[in-house]
Nanobody, 127 residues
């Protein structure tokens, strides 16, 4: 059974940085594309960043381009989200998602493209 566990969230001042991690278990024979989403109170879940299995292709929502970087270490079954220059509007519960399939260079930006989700890690940015 696939399980995703996020970590690295916390409280940070505006302009600060955090690095989120998402470690997958039960994916030994799969080569998932991964994504990060976030959900603020009263809002829908929003795409943040995605990365292909190969790690060669990434995609970001416009509001985080130039500030966030998604990466992965397949040997550790872990995907990262480095968040710099954080803003109060980045405050949300951050989730990682996994889409199982063939190894490749595809990434996915829609929540319903993902089959598995973690429980989320809270990021709070104070002004």
């Amino acid at each position: 059974q696939v399980q995703l566990v996020e970590s690295g969230g916390g409280l940070v001042q505006a302009g600060g940085s955090l690095r989120l991690s998402c470690t997958a278990s039960g994916v030994t024979s799969s080569k998932p594309a991964m994504g990060w989403f976030r959900q603020a109170p009263g809002k829908e879940r929003e795409f943040v960043a995605a990365i292909s299995w190969s790690g060669t292709r990434t995609n970001y929502v416009d509001s985080v381009k130039g500030r966030f970087t998604v990466s992965r270490d397949n040997a550790k079954n872990t995907v990262y989200l480095q968040m710099n220059s954080l803003k109060p509007e980045d405050t949300a519960l951050y989730y990682c998602g996994a889409r199982m399939g063939l190894a490749g260079t595809s990434y996915y930006t829609a929540a319903n493209d993902y089959s598995y989700w973690g429980q989320g890690t809270q990021v709070t940015v104070s002004s």
